[in-house]
């Protein structure tokens, strides 16, 4: 996505801000239309505020819980997902475990249909990377470009670090650096372009925003990490690390968060924490997406 297109999302974003949450009824902008959740995979808040964002705008959601569907008797994803269209659904957010998977059901799909990747494997998460840019607009302004951000963890198994690092650049952000133990960093071909600095200590200096991820266990080959204690010790965010940061920085973490593993209660609870904000900027930023699929 180009810059115009995500700041032309963002900005449609803020202005649904002080509706996401109550407000004046966007009830009537997509009633009528019918959203299907179809996730492959875990999630609390990526599907609970797509539900929620469809429901603000007027939308019927429909949530299809993969783990007590028919693709447990052997029917193919694709199969699952003309026979939710045949019932008249006009936007499926889909989370799968398999790379392109997400891709692969849109080209199954029928020509009025839309599809919203919700996650897909490693790949790509972009309402997380707009809701994260959205969280950091409340904070720093809508011009991000003057940043020092470091993304912090398992970069390689995580889509949100690839959808993060795409908005980044896109939004003009030059001092991005990447850190994480070397069996966690993406391929040096990956993002050749991009600052790599061990040391966590220096990495975070002087930052704006430091991006905790979680360990991807469950897309992990064994003993990728020591131990976890050795992890936070090494790469968790604590409060002695937090005043490494630039005195206005502040930390986050798409969620969940392991508490104690990549980041301790203290600054996760704390006044730097923008945790609790991604989430809320969750809502506006799924509800620009299904309005700019879906209106007219
Ligand atoms: C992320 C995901 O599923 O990619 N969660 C989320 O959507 N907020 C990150 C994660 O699972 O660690």
Redesign the pocket.
């Known amino acids: 996505m180009s810059r115009e297109r995500i700041t032309g999302l963002l900005d449609r974003a803020e202005a649904l801000m002080a509706h996401a949450h109550g407000g004046v009824s966007l009830r009537e902008k997509l009633a009528g239309r019918t959203l299907c959740t179809l996730f492959f ?6 599907r609970c505020s797509f539900q929620l964002a469809g429901q603000r705008l007027g939308m019927d959601v429909l949530n299809v819980d993969i783990s007590t569907a028919s693709t447990k008797k052997g029917e193919t994803d694709a199969d699952t997902l003309r026979t939710l269209e045949a019932m008249g659904v006009d936007a499926f957010v889909v ?1 799968h475990a398999r790379d392109g998977a997400v891709a692969d059901l849109a080209a199954v799909a029928g020509a009025g249909t839309s599809l919203l990747n ?2 897909d494997g490693r790949s790509d ?1 972009p309402t ?1 990377g707009l809701l994260d840019m959205l969280a950091l607009r409340s904070r720093f302004g809508a011009d991000l470009s003057a940043l020092r951000v470091a993304i912090v963890g398992d970069i390689r198994h ?3 670090a690839r959808s993060d690092i795409h908005a980044l650049q896109a939004l003009g952000c030059t001092d991005l650096r990447l850190c994480g133990p070397s069996s966690l960093m993406p391929e040096a071909t990956e993002f050749p372009d991009l600052v790599r600095v061990d040391a966590m200590d220096e990495a975070i200096a002087g930052c704006h925003a430091v991006i905790m ?2 360990l ?1 266990r469950e897309r992990m080959e064994q003993g990728l990490v020591p131990s976890l204690e050795d992890y936070f010790r090494s790469h968790g965010m604590d409060g002695r690390r937090l005043l490494r940061l630039d005195p206005t920085g502040v930390v986050l973490h ?3 968060i392991n508490r104690g593993v990549e980041i301790a209660a203290e600054v996760a609870d704390g006044p730097r924490s923008l945790i609790l904000k ?1 989430v809320a900027c ?1 809502l506006p930023a799924r509800m620009a997406a299904l309005l700019e699929l879906l209106e007219g």
């Open positions: 995979e875990a999630s609390t808040r990526t989370r919700a996650g998460h997380q995580s889509r949100v991820l979680r991807q798409p969620g969940p991604q969750g």
